[in-house]
């Protein structure tokens, strides 16, 4: 069975902090990815990685970075948190196109609160 | 306007009933179509591909067609436990676009 993990359900951070997402996944996938999800927003893509060291922009990057040290990790860093990233944030991966059905697994979110 | 649109109801249906949800995509370059489920407060979870001949899994059946550039997902016989949210997803190369949803609510 497919697992992604994240390392926090729910944080609450104050206005300037630097604020660190952790998601691991153990399915030996290449792509990972963060997205964020709002009311009326639906998800969208914040980066992703398509292998160790690569990352590649999403739609809404600005105010994020990311790291991929290890295969079965992918970090989202919040630079200065706002409290425009006040958020649910969702980590997904999934095997590289044509290795299998392309398909994402989710981890379970993090709802990010930023005062 | 969006890359790929849901009508995002609610649809309040009876138990038993059949309800249907629709979704458009823009880009013809679209490759793999997927319907998911969410929960309130949990996470996205796949609940089925489409292909262009149609796909059934139980009361679940999907349908694609790329002339029209359509989704469409049918469900039979509502029970109780299919309230969610149905979000349709198209794929393209390495990036997955989402719609933002169709709520449905089954009322006993």
Redesign the interface.
């Known amino acids: 069975d497919v697992k992604v993990t994240q390392s926090s359900r729910y944080l609450v951070k104050r206005t300037g902090e630097k604020v660190f997402l952790e998601c691991v996944q153990d399915m030996d996938h290449e792509?990972m990815?963060w997205y964020r999800q709002d009311p009326?927003?639906?998800?969208r893509?914040i980066y992703?990685s398509?292998d160790v060291k690569m990352k590649?922009k999403g739609d809404i990057p600005e105010g994020y970075s990311v790291s991929r040290e290890k295969k079965e990790r992918f970090s989202l860093i919040l630079e200065s948190a706002s409290t425009n990233q006040t958020s649910m944030y969702?980590c997904?991966s999934?095997p590289r196109?044509g290795r299998s059905?392309?398909?994402?697994?989710?981890?379970?979110?993090t709802?990010l609160l930023v005062l | 306007r969006k890359e790929v649109e849901q009508d995002p109801g609610p649809f309040n249906v009876p138990e038993g009933a059949t309800v249907a949800f629709n979704c458009t995509y823009s880009n013809s370059a679209s490759q793999s179509f997927f319907w998911y489920r969410q929960d309130c407060r949990k996470e996205p979870k796949l609940l089925m591909s489409v292909y262009s001949s149609g796909n059934e899994d139980g009361r679940f059946t999907a349908q694609l067609n790329r002339a029209s550039q359509y989704i469409s997902l049918l469900i039979r016989d509502s029970k109780l436990s299919d309230s969610a949210t149905y979000l349709c997803v198209v794929n393209r190369g390495y990036k997955y676009i989402f719609g933002t949803g169709t709520r449905l609510k089954v009322l006993a």
């Open positions: 792509n990815f009326g927003l639906g998800l893509l992703f398509y590649e969702l997904a999934s196109q059905k392309e398909t994402q697994y989710f981890g379970p979110g709802r």
